[in-house]
């Protein structure tokens, strides 16, 4: 009986925390803080939302890399979405033959990087353009980024 109580407790916790990596964290930080607590990081499903509003674990929960594409992910969440895309599954700088080079250390920082300016260069589709372009390759992105920021820089040099 003892076992199955405990494994009741555990069982969606893990789930939880398999998702959504901060929950560990907001769990400890809810024993101390007495705001509201905002907890990001891994959340794609509805129900591991619910969850972990439900555990107490957060009192709201953010969604970051998704909404970079798809600004109505809450939405479309809440209609019953099972959940939403996984965009950091399906970026990569390096093509799949070439995946071993992020094993150099360096190499893994600028994949990262490359990453990262994906989801910038998202933002700047839906300022620019009103819609996302995921069909951008994260090679692409880099390249736009790029060119953006020496655009800006000879601005700020213009300014002195
Ligand atoms: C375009 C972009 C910009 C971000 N900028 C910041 C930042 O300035 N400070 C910060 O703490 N986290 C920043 N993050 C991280 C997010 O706040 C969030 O912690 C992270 O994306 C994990 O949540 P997610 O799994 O829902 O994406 C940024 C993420 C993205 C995609």
């Known amino acids: 009986m003892r076992s199955l109580v405990s494994l009741n407790v555990v069982r969606p916790r893990l789930r939880l925390m398999r998702e959504a990596y901060f929950v560990d964290f907001a769990l400890a930080m809810q024993e101390v803080v007495t705001i509201p607590l905002m907890v990001t990081g891994g959340f794609r499903r509805g129900d591991v939302v619910e969850e972990a509003l439900n555990s107490g674990a957060a009192d709201v929960v953010g969604i970051g890399r998704p909404m970079c594409v798809d600004v109505d992910a809450p939405k479309s969440l809440l209609n019953g979405a099972e959940e939403l895309v996984r965009y950091e599954n399906q970026l990569s700088l390096f093509p799949s033959y070439l995946s071993f ?43 736009l980024h790029m060119k953006r920021e020496s655009a800006w820089l000879k601005v700020r040099k213009k300014l002195g």
């Open 101 to 143: 080079l992020t094993k150099i250390r360096v190499l893994n920082s600028l994949a990262s990087f490359a990453v990262q300016f994906w989801y910038y260069g998202q933002l700047f589709e839906l300022a620019e353009n009103g819609k996302a372009d995921s069909d951008l390759s994260v090679f692409q992105a880099v390249k």
